[in-house]
């Protein structure tokens, strides 16, 4: 069975804004929560499908790509559907307590399984790793379960008694207006138990510290920020919840001669003073190795050249950026005396004004002597 089109779940256009995908949501959720309609297999179904559309159209990421490719481009890293109500409450990280302000409890679930904490992770990434894709092993630590109590905090199975307060729920329940609403006991934190005598090796935590490594696949193309989530690599759930999530945010490095626009490109590439006067071919730089590309006659500083699809690859498409080269035109700052003489030559044909055929060919000749003193070497680009 296909899914439905997440803009017609929520009932709203393909340019809605991010207010108003948020109040579609708000209110598709307050009509189907299970919470308001127990039992109800068909309500669980439309609440599921309706989180499930908020968590693509509200990162502006998944958006682009759904807006682009629609259900097949989630199919990779960026997205993936819910099987239960449980895996929506585990893949939002409480998104209900952004939108409802915690009005919603987890009483569908009702045993105190609480979901582990979520974790971010910096990856430095290089201009080449980033245009290029890349593997990377991630090394960090994490609280699991404590193998010792299982996970309990307890000494012993004796240990351990149903909480008073909330009957060994979690959950305690009150009414406002005609409706029902639940919450964790405060009392139990919502495990539904009490603890007589804590495990001795974790303190009554029921978690242990453990030092992980795990392997990650950056796509080509990803940019300054760009995020990649490794389900359940977080810390370990209390009651037997599910592991939180591992959040890699790629942390774009400087270059020391190329700058990035979006997909583009952009390098600054100094020409000498007779290069610029009389044009040629310089190679350049790119993310990709050496291209060669014509430095016109006449060029003046600040204009510019394009090398078409040198730039970084798309997340949402097939296509490429451009490298833009920004030409820098080096005026010597001392002259030799040998040099100041050639220079002077010049400046007696550019007083003469429009030059004869004859003037112009001793320009050219005096260009071609001030290039054999001006070979520099091309220069980094600082920042």
Do not use: W
Request: hydrophobic letters at 30%; a negative charge.
């Amino acid at each position: 069975m296909s899914k439905r089109d997440y803009y017609e779940i929520l009932n709203i256009s393909r340019n809605a804004t991010e207010s108003e995908i948020k109040k579609a949501y708000r209110s598709t959720a307050m009509q189907y929560h299970p919470d308001r309609n127990p039992g109800d297999s068909k309500a669980e179904e439309l609440f599921k499908e309706a989180s499930e559309a908020y968590q693509v159209l509200s990162d502006t990421q998944k958006r682009g790509i759904y807006d682009q490719y629609g259900h097949d481009g989630l199919s990779g890293g960026f997205s993936s559907g819910f099987s239960s109500v449980d895996d929506i409450f585990s893949s939002f990280g409480d998104v209900f307590s952004d939108i409802f302000g915690g009005a919603f409890g987890r009483s569908s679930r009702g045993d105190g399984r609480v979901k582990g904490r979520d974790l971010a992770y910096q990856l430095d990434l290089t201009f080449e790793e980033a245009a290029m894709g890349s593997e990377h092993d991630v090394e960090f630590e994490r609280e699991i379960e404590c193998v010792y109590c299982g996970g309990t905090g307890a000494k012993n199975s004796e240990s351990i008694l149903n909480c008073e307060t909330c009957g060994g729920s979690g959950q305690v329940a009150y009414r406002q207006g005609f409706v029902t609403f639940s919450s964790q006991c405060s009392e139990c934190d919502g495990s539904g138990n009490k603890i007589i005598e804590h495990c001795d090796e974790c303190r009554g935590s029921g978690k242990r510290q453990e030092e992980c490594s795990v392997k990650v696949k950056i796509p080509p193309g990803a940019d300054h920020e760009s995020r990649l989530r490794l389900r359940e690599k977080g810390e370990g759930g209390i009651n037997g919840g599910p592991s939180g999530d591992l959040h890699v945010i790629v942390n774009l490095l400087k270059h020391d001669r190329l700058e990035r626009e979006g997909n583009n490109v952009f390098s600054r590439e100094d020409v000498t003073f007779s290069q610029a006067a009389l044009g040629g071919k310089i190679l350049v730089q790119t993310l990709y190795g050496e291209s060669e590309i014509t430095v016109p006659q006449g060029v003046q500083s600040g204009e510019s050249a394009v090398i078409k699809k040198q730039g970084f690859p798309s997340l949402t498409s097939n296509s490429k950026g451009d490298h833009i080269v920004v030409f820098s035109i080096l005026t010597p700052r001392k002259l030799s005396s040998k040099e100041k003489k050639l220079f002077q030559e010049l400046a007696k044909f550019e007083k003469q004004g429009t030059p004869t055929t004859k003037s112009f060919l001793n320009c050219i000749h005096i260009f071609d002597k001030i290039k054999k003193f001006f070979e520099f070497p091309r220069l980094p680009f600082y920042r």
